[in-house]
């Protein structure tokens, strides 16, 4: 026999531009040393420059966008709710 399903825990909402900061500047710490290795890095694996190069720029990206995002979230729950109240 099953057990019956437990409730979905709270939500926890957090700031989310934590972890894109940290992972822009993981990006861009590992950008600058490819680019200190010189070249010592070999031809076969500097395109791993390119890739750090799309890392840090999605990273601030998404460090930008995220307060927009969830600004327009809210507005849309706003939205639902009023229209909710208008038809009670």
């Known amino acids: 026999m099953r057990k019956p399903r437990q409730p979905d825990p709270e939500v926890h909402e957090s700031d989310y531009r934590v972890p894109a900061a940290i992972g822009t500047l993981a990006w861009a710490v590992a950008l600058v040393v490819l680019v200190a290795m010189g070249d010592a890095?070999?031809?076969?694996?500097?395109?791993?420059?390119?890739?750090?190069?799309?890392?840090?720029?999605?990273?601030?990206?998404?460090?930008?966008?995220?307060?927009?995002?969830?600004?327009?979230?809210?507005?849309?729950?706003?939205?639902?709710?009023?229209?909710?109240?208008?038809?009670?």
């Open 41 to 88: 890095l070999p031809q076969t694996e500097r395109w791993w420059i390119g890739v750090c190069v799309t890392g840090a720029a999605l990273g601030v990206f998404g460090f930008l966008y995220i307060p927009r995002l969830l600004r327009k979230r809210d507005e849309s729950a706003e939205r639902v709710a009023s229209r909710r109240s208008d038809t009670t």
